[in-house]
């Protein structure tokens, strides 16, 4: 599976942004999609995830209420709206895949897509 990830920018504290990831490579309706974030000298954090074939979603405390993971099948593509947005939020994005959803650990997921900034100014 390759993903490429895009819709990172500048946004200011309570914008919003939507993040864009296209697979390509294998069923997309048969992986399991995910979002991480990395901000500077920090690990990989998990943001959301989505099952095979949509329905189940999953998110970090830290964005429940405010972040939104949505996929279209027909597209190839999963999405992340982000609403709300904090300083805090400020790190690079990844998208990631896996052939089914185990958990929120980056290990427990096989392709990674390179990353999208995003920057909340304060």
């Known amino acids: 599976v390759q993903l490429q990830a895009s819709g990172g920018g500048l946004v200011q504290t309570g914008g919003s942004l939507r993040l864009s990831c296209a697979a390509s490579?294998?069923?997309?309706?048969?992986?399991?999609m995910g979002w991480f974030r990395q901000a500077p000298g920090k690990e990989h954090e998990f943001v959301a995830a989505?099952?095979?074939?949509?329905?189940?979603?999953y998110y970090s405390d830290s964005v429940k209420g405010r972040f939104t993971i949505s996929r279209d099948n027909a597209k190839n593509t999963v999405y992340l709206r982000m609403n709300s947005l904090k300083p805090d939020d400020t790190a690079v994005y990844y998208c990631?895949?896996?052939?089914?959803?185990?958990?929120?650990?980056?290990?427990?997921?096989?392709?990674w897509g390179q990353g999208t900034q995003v920057t909340v100014s304060s």
């Open positions: 990631a895949a896996n052939s089914y959803y185990s958990g929120t650990h980056p290990d427990n997921y096989a392709y």
């Open positions: 490579g294998r069923t997309f309706s048969n992986v399991a």
């Open positions: 989505i099952i095979r074939y949509g329905g189940n979603t």
